[in-house]
Structures are given as C-alpha cells and as structure tokens.
C-alpha cells in the first residue's frame, strides 16, 4: 500500500524537478546576458531588424531568388571573414586580407588561364602563397616583435603592388565562362533532396553532442541538461534549417559555394572547441603570459593563426574570381577589408582577443551581405552604404565593451 501511495508523489515530484529545470535554464540564459555574456542575441535581433526594414521598403528583400544571391555573396566575404576571427581571437588584426584575395585572384588568372597550369595546381598556388605571407606575419610577429597592424599594413600596399604586376597592363583576366570554377560560383546549386538532408545535420550532431556531454556531465556526478530541453532545442534548429531550404528551394536552391563556406565553419568550430589547439587559441587571447606558463608553445600558435587567416583569405579572393569570372585589379579592394572584419566583430568575435566563434563569421557575413543587398534593392549610392555599414560595426564595438566590462565587473563581483 506504500508503494502505491508513492507512486503519485514520485511523478510529481518529476514533475516538479523537470519544471525546475526548465526555468533554470531560462535563469541561467538571463544570468549570462546580464553578466555581459550576450552570444547570438545582438546578431538575432540585428537580422530580424534588417529583414523587417528591408522588407517594408522592398518586399523583393525576401524573395527566394535574391536570398539565394545574397548567399552567393556570402560564401566569398564570409570565408575571408573566418580566418579574420583566427587573428582576432589572439588579439590581432591582419588588414591585407582584401589585398591577399586580390593577389590570389591575380595568380589564380596568370597560372590559369595564361600559363596553361590545371585549375587544381593553380588554386594550391594562390593558396599556398596565403600560407606563405602569413607565415612572414607571424615571423615578424614572433621574432622581431612587430606588432600586426604594422607589418599587415605594409604588406595591403606590397600585395596589392604584386596584383597590379602580375595583371599588368589590361588590368583584368577573363576566366572561361564553361569551366567548373565559374559554373561553382554562378550556377551550381545542390539537389532539392540534398540540400534538406545537409539541414537535418547539425541536429544530428547537436544531439550526439548533448547527450555525450550529459554522460559525461554524471559520470563525474554533475548535473545534465534535461532531455526535454535537449530535444526541443534540436527540434527547434531542425525546424528552422528545414523551412530555410524549403524556402529557397522555391527559388534557384542552397548554392553549392555557400554549403563549401559552412562545411569550414563546421570544420572551424570543432577545431576551436574539440582540439587542444583550439584550447590553446582562447588560452593566448585571454591571458598570453599564463598560457605561456601553461606551457603552451605561444610562437606556433601565432604562426597557425596568421597562416590561417591567409590562406582563407587566398581561398575567398578565388571564389570571388570564380563568382565574377575574372582576375581584375579591382578584385580585393574597396570594402573586402571592411566587410571580412565587421562581420567578425558583428558576429561576437572579441577584438580584445580570449572570445569568438566560427560561427560568428557566418552569422556576421549574413547581417553584413543582407545590409549591402538591402540597400542596393533601394538604389541607394555606395557612400550611405559604407556609412550605414560602419554605424553598424561601430554599435557591434560598443556592444563587445560594455559587454566585457560587464563581464569584468560581474566577476569582481
């Protein structure tokens, strides 16, 4: 008869614990941005903003088919952009990646098309090249001490000297319109029934993820997230992917190019949270002499972070050239610089280094791309552009310090 009476109470006191655990998740999310700790909530809030004003200005803002330019665009930025949050998240800046991916357009043009060198060779070479001028960062860096605005200011000026060399006097390098590479960064875009399966993924993967970590979490005798909430958040994201590509499927589809972009995000995100390096990167960004003292090798975490950023540079300006179908003198400059750091910072990478995700460059692209296809929609002149664009990163910077400094007081506390 006890146990019968008890069995009652045992469900609502399952109840009672799972109710708990649901507003202490809720708590803890309120804790976290009360603290400084905002994560995805400014770039949320910035898209759904952007998408309204757009749209009431111009319904077309969301039409399948310029949603699906918009990606377009935003795998050549946005891949820039992921090497940027490397050298960022130590504290560094590298301001030659527009001329890195101008050079690497250039050379991809000479050996290509003028040379007669295969396509795959000369994409190993302009890639290789990235690699190369950021291991000469990282030496001036490491060796002599020359901090990174300097030494990846001079080399902007040297890089874009070498692109104008290589381009010479006609400025410009038509690529064929019926190759691979230019059929990529124009036409191709995955199958209805791919493009969905891909958006069922990263549930997948989140859910393995969470309930590992929950093994682990009571292994060592700690509490877990409950499964309910684990389920609804996987849900939720499953949910979301799916109607996107439903979405654009209405349209053209999911271009293959932006599904090259965040398959590096991917690969980006679990080297920065599942390796030791990636551990030793936030490690350096957050306190350089106490990750030294830890006995991290300072000098090769550098080297990997400006190699890095440059290689992805070089891989972003050969997008663009595939995206354009040329080499010309003008691939790399204007606001390549500008929009591969902003949508860094706008993402949530730090620029005082210790804190950033790979996620934040495809977020950030997507908020930077969205403005600039909004306001050419509306006609608007490329001044009010760069304006508009520098206010936002402008508010991203003044958010990323109050943040830190609530973060600091928070823990003082």
């Given at each position: 008869m006890s146990k019968t009476l008890n069995k009652p109470l045992d469900r609502a006191d399952e109840r009672v614990s799972h109710d708990d655990s649901i507003m202490g998740t809720v708590s803890a999310f309120v804790d976290r941005v009360r603290s400084g700790d905002l994560g995805m909530l400014p770039v949320a809030v910035g898209l759904v903003v952007i998408s309204a004003v757009f749209t009431s200005l111009n319904p077309l803002f969301l039409a399948p088919n310029n949603l699906v330019n918009l990606l377009f665009d935003c795998a050549t930025v946005g891949v820039i952009s992921l090497g940027i949050v490397c050298v960022l998240m130590l504290g560094e800046i590298d301001l030659s990646v527009g001329s890195m991916s101008g050079l690497a357009s250039a050379l991809l043009g000479v050996f290509w098309v003028n040379m007669g060198v295969p396509i795959p060779l000369a994409i190993l070479i302009a890639v290789?090249?990235?690699?190369?001028?950021?291991?000469?960062y990282a030496s001036l860096f490491n060796w002599i001490g020359m901090p990174s605005f300097i030494s990846t200011l001079a080399g902007l000026l040297a890089l874009l000297g070498c692109q104008l060399y290589l381009l010479g006097n006609t400025g410009s390098i038509n690529l064929p319109y019926a190759s691979p590479l230019?059929?990529?960064?124009?036409?191709?875009?995955?199958?209805?029934?791919?493009?969905?399966?891909?958006?069922?993924?990263?549930?997948?993967?989140?859910?393995?993820?969470g309930l590992r970590v929950a093994k682990e979490r009571k292994e060592v005798g700690l509490t877990a997230q409950p499964m309910g909430i684990l389920l609804a958040k996987v849900i939720a994201l499953t949910a979301t992917l799916e109607f996107a590509v439903w979405y654009l499927n209405l349209g053209r589809g999911v271009p293959w190019m932006f599904g090259l972009f965040a398959l590096l995000v991917v690969v980006m995100n679990y080297a920065l949270t599942r390796t030791k390096w990636g551990r030793s990167m936030f490690a350096v960004g957050g306190n350089r002499e106490a990750a030294r003292r830890a006995g991290i090798n300072i000098?090769?975490?550098y080297l990997s972070a400006f190699v890095l950023c440059s290689s992805l540079a070089a891989?972003?300006?050969?997008?663009?050239?595939?995206?354009?179908?040329?080499?010309?003198?003008?691939?790399?400059?204007?606001?390549?610089?500008?929009?591969?750091i902003a949508a860094a910072v706008i993402g949530g990478t730090s620029l005082f280094g210790g804190r950033g995700s790979a996620y934040s460059a495809l977020l950030g692209v997507i908020v930077i791309q969205a403005i600039s296809n909004g306001l050419t929609l509306l006609n608007l002149p490329s001044s009010l552009r760069y304006m508009i664009t520098g206010g936002v990163l402008a508010i991203a910077v003044i958010v990323d310090s109050l943040a830190r400094r609530s973060r600091a007081s928070h823990g003082r506390g």
């Open positions: 290789a090249a990235g690699a190369l001028v950021g291991a000469i230019v059929k990529f960064g124009q036409l191709w875009i995955m199958p209805d029934w791919f493009s969905h399966a891909v958006a069922v993924l990263p549930g997948l993967i989140f859910l393995y993820a000098k090769r975490i891989l972003g300006g050969i997008l663009s050239a595939s995206r354009l179908a040329s080499s010309s003198q003008q691939a790399g400059t204007g606001d390549v610089n500008l929009n591969a």
